[in-house]
Structure formats: structure tokens, C-alpha cells
């Protein structure tokens, strides 16, 4: 953009990213960045090149959030065991707040049909009542006024087949993550030849990335495995 003052006519750089330049002048190697200079009407900016470890790191970022996402999604999914965490998208009111039951009570499984929620205040069991009944999780709740109970019925083989099948779809969806970050990777990697970056480094680099994808994509496996196990274990 055109700048105000004696030197109007001179263009002034904006902030540019990492892998982005200008590419007038000549260049001269300035530690890990490279400068190009330009003649006296013309500006001069820095191009940053991007470390492997950094664009390696940032995949793998991704890629583990892609797993802890898949391991909460599938702690949602009901086995017929009984599991506190079936009610983590349950929330009540708590002194004009929205809270996780877990925040406002004990939440405890006596048995592995039975979630027991014993509440802080009393005064909270009608509250906790009322948003487990409008919320989607499919349990009835028992109030005894001192707790409340949820039971958890046993699941038929034709549901335990389909609740396995949405978990491999919630799986799947998890590998396609973990592949993209590897692409995107791989592509910001090339990129950083044309900025400086060896070649032997970059496939050094590539290899890398790949064995984070193998490592990641085991792991989505495993996650799935076991949980695939307890919904088919009567």
C-alpha cells in the first residue's frame, strides 16, 4: 500500500506469511531467513523460511486431535455398559450458569447397568431429572429423592452391530484427518524448496510425516478395536 510522508511514492510492505515473498532484487542469506535488497525505490522485506520440525509438529497437532476427538465421540456411543461420561453433553443450571452434571454432582456406575447421580444440593434433583429427560441420551431416570439412578438395558445383537458400524464410520472419519494433515504437510514441505530448503531435507522431512500418519492411524485403530470389543461382549 502507498504510504503518506516524503516517501509516498515508495510502496510499503504489509505483513506477509511464513512461505510468502517478494521477488525483485538480489538475496543474501541472513541465518534462517533470506533478504531480498532492492534498489533505492523499491522496499526491501524478509521471507522466513519454515523448519521441517516446525510444519512436522504442527501435523502431529492435528493429528492427535484427531484421535482424542475420535475417543470422545466413541465414549458417547452407548456399549450397554453403564459409563458416566454418557451424560457429559447433559447440562443443568446451576446458580444461572449451564454446567456438566459431573459439576454439580457425584456421578458414580454401583454396578455395569447403573448410573447413580447423587446431587450436592437436594435441591438440584428435579433440575438434573429434567434435563436428563429432554435430553437425546435414551435413559429413563428413577428419582428416589436422595438420587437418581439411570439404568442402562441390554443391548440386542442387530443394535450391538449397528452401534459397532457407527463407530468405524467415527474411525474412518478420524484416518481422514490424520491423512490430510499429512498432505498438507507433504505440500508445505515442497513448498519450502523454491524458499531454500534442500532437497534431501525435504525428503527427510516427507518420510517423517509419513511415519506420524502410520503411527496416528494405529492408534485410531486401536481406540476402535476396543471399543468395537465392549459393545459385542455381552
Not at 42 to 53: F, G, R, S, Y
Amino acid at each position: 500500500t502507498k504510504s503518506d510522508g516524503p516517501h509516498r511514492h515508495h510502496y510499503v510492505p504489509r505483513k506477509q506469511h511464513a512461505n510468502l515473498c517478494f521477488r525483485y532484487g538480489h538475496r543474501r542469506q541472513l541465518g534462517k531467513s533470506n533478504e531480498w535488497t532492492t534498489n533505492r525505490n523499491t522496499c526491501k522485506t524478509l521471507i522466513i523460511m519454515l523448519e521441517p520440525k516446525q510444519i512436522l509438529n504442527e501435523a502431529e497437532e492435528l493429528m492427535e486431535s484427531a484421535v482424542m476427538y475420535l475417543d470422545d465421540a466413541l465414549a458417547h456411543i452407548r456399549a450397554g455398559k453403564a459409563s458416566g461420561r454418557i451424560l457429559d453433553p447433559v447440562k443443568v443450571e446451576y446458580y444461572g450458569q449451564m454446567s456438566p452434571i459431573a459439576n454439580v454432582a457425584t456421578v458414580t456406575t454401583p454396578d455395569a447397568r447403573t448410573i447413580q447421580i447423587q446431587p450436592w444440593e437436594k435441591k438440584m434433583l428435579p433440575e438434573i431429572e429434567r434435563a436428563i429427560i429432554n435430553s437425546n441420551i435414551g435413559l429413563a431416570p428413577n428419582n428416589n429423592g436422595e438420587c437418581i439412578r439411570l439404568m442402562i438395558p441390554p443391548l440386542t445383537e442387530e443394535r450391538r452391530k449397528e452401534l459397532a458400524k457407527q463407530c468405524k464410520g467415527e474411525a474412518e472419519n478420524a484416518k481422514v484427518s490424520v491423512r490430510n494433515a499429512r498432505r498438507d504437510a507433504i505440500d508445505t514441505l515442497k513448498k519450502q524448496i523454491k524458499e531454500g530448503l534442500p532437497e534431501d531435507a525435504e525428503k527427510d522431512a516427507e518420510n517423517e510425516a509419513q511415519k506420524l500418519h502410520d503411527k496416528y492411524v494405529k492408534r485410531i485403530d486401536e481406540v476402535y478395536a476396543a471399543k468395537e470389543k465392549e459393545i459385542m461382549t455381552v
